[in-house]
């Protein structure tokens, strides 16, 4: 309960009503658990409390996550998804499947036409005041 306080505070959260409060307080400690458990493992990194520890997953990525920003939240995954060298892992393809991605259905982004500079002013996307 200190530690929930201390976040609080410290990000100035407030809660309209008790039960927002609690169902927050639930959350952060469910958050914390997880911290917990993935610092334990000692994996050479240390996760910790941040302004969103409050929040689940899918909240998270609901309020700050895009599509296109991730390639495990996109049907167009870098093209080093599957069997990769860069670390990409049966259980981070299986999450993405479970996720309801088809990871065979999608077109390489490098394979794709480039264009190596754009006159966007020109094109009539921007103007000038």
Known sequence: MVQFVQFAAQYNKSY???????????????NLNKINEVNEKDLGFKLGINKF????????????????AHPMLTDRPHKDFEGSP????DGDREHARSLGYDLNNYVWLDSQKKCLSIDWASAGKVGFP
Not at 16 to 30: K, P, Q, V
Not at 53 to 68: I, N, P, Q, V
């Open 53 to 68: 520890s409050d929040l689940t997953e899918s909240e998270f990525l609901e309020t700050y996550s895009s599509k296109a």
């Open 16 to 30: 309209s009503t008790l039960e927002h409060h609690l169902a927050r307080f639930e959350t952060f400690h469910e």
């Open 86 to 89: 860069l670390g990409r892992t």
